[in-house]
T-cell receptor, first 116, second 109 residues
Framework: GAVVSQHPSRVICKSGTSVKIECRSL??????MFWYRQFPKQSLMLMAT?????????EQGVEKDKFLINHASLTLSTLTVTSAHPEDSSFYIC????????????FGNGTRLTVT | QQQVKQSPQSLIVQKGGISIINCAYE??????FPWYQQFPGKGPALLIA?????SEKKEGRFTISFNKSAKQFSLHIMDSQPGDSATYFC????????FGTGTRLQVFP
């Protein structure tokens, strides 16, 4: 089945630094990738939609200058958390769609970000 | 309009029993309704999905029932096992996937 790889699985950084999270579709091309954030014991909240070769579309309330998304190829999207603060500590999960809207979304295993 | 309401928040079932989780939506443009299973520290994994032109779909012990007129759908887990203990999310999508609030299922031996 389709596999989405996310790296790193865990990262600890100091407040004010930036962290980059990678999301790769390993055996399929993904024109669209999605980034979610999940706080403990809560649901997944969509942060942004990443389209290959174009600017990401951010959900309401998500700061685009803080959460930089780049989708440079059909198999790679990156999320950079800039100037991280403790309140950015969360579980970040990417997902990728193999074909068009309505196709199954495949999820990575998430990145646990802790900002100290 | 974009919300997907899920209940119950938590569910305790005895081994061999039936687990039932319900979801409701408002946006009639949703055209795809998947269920995901998530274990602690992992990303969600697709369990089963249905489209609105079908009223029921069964895969092994998992069944989705879909009521288009009521804008509701549910997941039934037959013969629940301790290994099914996880958090379950319903979801609905057009171009974006919107998740329900989640149900923590515990299956006791």
């Amino acid at each position: 089945g389709a596999v989405v790889s996310q790296h790193p699985s865990r990262v600890i950084c100091k407040s004010g630094t930036s962290v980059k999270i990678e999301c790769r579709s390993l055996d399929f091309q993904a024109t669209t990738m999605f980034w979610y954030r999940q706080f403990p014991k809560q649901s997944l909240m969509l942060m942004a939609t990443s389209n290959e070769g174009s600017k990401a579309t951010y959900e309401q309330g998500v700061e685009k200058d803080k959460f930089l998304i780049n989708h440079a190829s059909l198999t790679l999207s990156t999320l950079t958390v800039t100037s991280a603060h403790p309140e950015d500590s969360s579980f970040y999960i990417c997902s990728a769609r193999e074909f068009t809207s309505g196709s199954p979304l495949h999820f990575g295993n998430g990145t646990r970000l802790t900002v100290t | 309009q974009q919300q997907v309401k899920q209940s119950p928040q938590s569910l305790i079932v005895q081994k061999g029993g039936i687990s039932i989780i319900n979801c409701a939506y408002e946006n009639t443009a949703f055209d795809y309704f998947p269920w995901y299973q998530q274990f602690p520290g992992k990303g969600p994994a697709l369990l089963i999905a249905i489209r609105p032109d079908v009223s029921e779909k069964k895969e092994g012990r998992f069944t989705i029932s879909f009521n288009k007129s009521a804008k509701q759908f549910s997941l039934h887990i037959m013969d629940s096992q301790p290994g099914d203990s996880a958090t379950y999310f319903c979801a609905a999508s057009t171009d974006k996937l919107i998740f329900g609030t989640g149900t923590r299922l515990q299956v006791f031996p």
